[in-house]
């Protein structure tokens, strides 16, 4: 038998000569320069352009980019296709395609007053290229808001001892905040005191469990209202507790992107980033010591359900998946993800202290993120996965109980580790859903066009302001992301995430690559032009089969959408599958004209890199 060890093994190598190596390249490439003014220090305004001390930065980072994908994708891939082509997209792909995409988003967006990659693109390809990614990325972020609120859902409740919990830490991160910026309190002191709080915080919600709604839960659940809450909107499909939460997950990621960073997102993602430290670095320590001294519940292999390799078409159970290109879509964070790029070139631009910090942030974020996919990969390994065609409800358990075996292995009880690891996996999605909205604002300003370094509240009748407002852009974009999630096509809006997720990476590589073209001519273009056109290829190929072969021939022509609102949901997959692919493409005939003016033009001086 296979042992799980040889998993982490393999990424720690790739990464670790990835970071090393590889990065520190880069930023000789993209001349970092630790005496330059960032647009935190240049836009400060203590509400969004706040510079941020590089560990509290670098949680808020990684906390807002690891959200529930690189675990469900992992976890699916794994077990349709195989452990071995879902390890090598993530050992070999992070490090030189997602990584590279986190890095060159954050170290463009420095160079342009930490605007968005929308606004990069526009420097260079015009006022309409701006605005077709600008209006991509927003509702991209608003199928990230649906598919993270609803994801939280699954796990509140799976695990009612989770939400005892969340509330729990989102209440000393509001102190903390406090702490922190109001009252200058020490911080190495404040964040041992406040970070032993959200460890307290799990022992509590262990004892302590809450339910909305009546359902099977541990004993001692506190369930707040009688009856199973069938008559909230979407509990036909989705059972009235998850359905229950979501609105609620959904308010509260409003609210807290409408406040200042530093209120709320920044000493939430600082602490809880030692929550998520814990759980992938504890489960990768737990894995040597279980694999060396047998002192796991369970012996760390991977167990015989799981293949090494199930074939190009996966497993049976899972229907005809050809492994290129879906494998690729399947796996997104954890190796690449668009949705990186908004985060980078959003908030994390404009809270960095010194422009040296993007190698360890954007650069090293990621491959955290990626160590986190290949936990989860292990837990899969360990656990086993009875049914591979399940998507996000099988696999969102498989974690927490995989984990929690691999967890016994530090003497910790099963049961215990089950619940800490969905603790876990619940505070990326909440760091990221809320991050979600508040980079939607980010893209309406910049759509409608705001003042560097100036927010609007949105409370008049002024349609810009209202689209662009702290106040109410939120509700333009958690209102259609609730009822996107309550009209029972969740499954679709799965689908439409990974397919939009991955053409916005390709799309932040392609701003990369026109960026870089336009600093210098005699830039190389490969680092960030190579992946970009995999990624295009990629998606393309991905959302290609899911218009024409998925829906076309099997829903629609060979009588797959059996009732009139199946054809009608097959009908739209394909709209927006070809609404997705024509934007994509667009923008790539866009960029590469652009790119291919620049360097067929006369020579021109090297542009200073301040300069663009």
């Known amino acids: 038998m296979t042992q799980v060890i040889w998993i982490i093994a393999a990424v720690l190598v790739t990464f670790t000569a990835g970071y090393v190596g590889y990065s520190r390249y880069l930023t000789q490439f993209v001349e970092l320069d630790e005496e330059a003014e960032t647009p935190a220090h240049k836009y400060e305004d203590g509400q969004e352009y706040v510079p941020s001390k590089k560990p509290v930065l670098l949680g808020h980072h990684y906390s807002s980019i690891a959200?529930?994908?690189?675990?469900?994708?992992?976890?699916?891939?794994?077990?349709?296709?195989?452990?071995?082509?879902?390890?090598?997209w993530i050992a070999i792909g992070n490090p030189l395609m997602g990584a590279v995409h986190d890095f060159v988003s954050l170290s463009g967006s420095l160079r342009h007053?930490?605007?968005?990659?929308?606004?990069?693109?526009?420097?260079?390809?015009?006022?309409?290229?701006?605005?077709?990614?600008?209006?991509?990325?927003?509702l991209t972020i608003m199928l990230v808001v649906a598919v993270f609120a609803l994801v939280v859902g699954i796990v509140f409740n799976a695990y009612p001892q989770v939400v005892t919990a969340s509330l729990l830490y989102i209440g000393l991160a509001l102190v903390f905040g406090v702490y922190l910026y109001q009252f200058n309190g020490p911080f190495i002191p404040g964040t041992i005191l406040f970070v032993a709080g959200v460890f307290a915080a799990v022992w509590v919600g262990l004892q302590y469990p809450l339910a909305l709604f009546a359902g099977d839960y541990p004993a001692g659940t506190i369930v707040l209202f009688g009856g199973a809450g069938d008559w909230v909107p979407g509990a036909a499909a989705l059972g009235g507790n998850t359905a229950g939460w979501i609105p609620i997950v959904m308010v509260y990621a409003a609210v807290a992107s409408a406040l200042p960073v530093w209120v709320l997102l920044q000493p939430r993602d600082y602490l809880s980033s030692f929550l998520l430290y814990t759980g992938v670095g504890g489960a990768v320590v737990a894995i040597v010591v279980g694999t060396f001294l047998g002192t796991s519940s369970s012996p760390l292999v991977i167990d015989s359900s799981i293949g090494a390799f199930e074939g190009f078409w996966g497993v049976e159970a899972a229907g005809l998946a050809p492994l290129f290109p879906l494998l690729f879509i399947t796996i997104a964070c954890g190796t690449i993800s668009g949705f990186h790029s908004l985060v980078s070139s959003g908030t994390t631009a404009k809270q960095l202290d010194n422009e040296t910090d993007a190698r360890l942030i954007g650069y090293g974020g990621m491959l955290g993120e990626g160590l986190l996919a290949a936990v989860a990969l292990s837990t899969l390994a360990v656990a086993g996965f009875a049914d591979p065609a399940g998507g996000i409800g099988a696999a969102l358990p498989n974690f927490a109980e995989g984990g929690g075996i691999i967890l016994t292995s530090l003497g910790v009880s099963e049961t215990v580790g089950a619940v800490f690891m969905a603790l876990v996996l619940c505070s990326f999605l909440l760091t990221s859903t809320d991050t979600a909205v508040r980079l939607g604002r980010y893209m309406m300003e910049e759509i409608v066009g705001t003042p560097a370094g100036r927010t609007d509240t949105g409370l008049n009748m002024d349609p810009r302001s209202i689209a662009r407002g702290r106040y109410t852009n939120p509700i333009v974009q958690i209102v259609p992301a609730y009822l996107l999630v309550v009209s029972g096509q969740w499954v679709v809006?799965?689908?439409?995430?990974?397919?939009?997720?991955?053409?916005?990476?390709?799309?932040?590589?392609?701003t990369a690559t026109v960026w870089l073209a336009n600093w210098d001519d005699n830039k190389q273009l490969v680092s960030t032009g190579v992946p970009m056109a995999i990624m295009v290829t990629i998606t393309v190929l991905g959302l290609s089969i899911l218009v024409f072969y998925e829906n076309l021939y099997l829903n629609l022509i060979q009588g797959g959408a059996g009732t009139f609102g199946e054809q009608i949901s097959a009908g739209v997959q394909m709209v927006l599958g070809l609404v997705l692919i024509g934007l994509a493409l667009a923008l790539v005939k866009l960029g590469?004209?652009?790119?291919?003016?620049?360097?067929s033009g006369p020579e021109r001086p090297a542009a200073e890199p301040g300069d663009d």
């Open 592 to 599: 590469y004209e652009n790119i291919r003016s620049v360097r």
């Open 493 to 510: 809006l799965w689908q439409l995430f990974g397919g939009a997720n991955q053409l916005l990476a390709a799309l932040a590589l392609l």
């Open 113 to 138: 007053e930490g605007k968005s990659i929308g606004y990069m693109i526009g420097e260079y390809v015009g006022e309409g290229g701006k605005n077709m990614l600008l209006w991509f990325a927003f």
């Open 67 to 88: 959200g529930g994908a690189p675990i469900v994708g992992p976890i699916t891939a794994g077990a349709i296709w195989g452990w071995v082509p879902a390890l090598l």
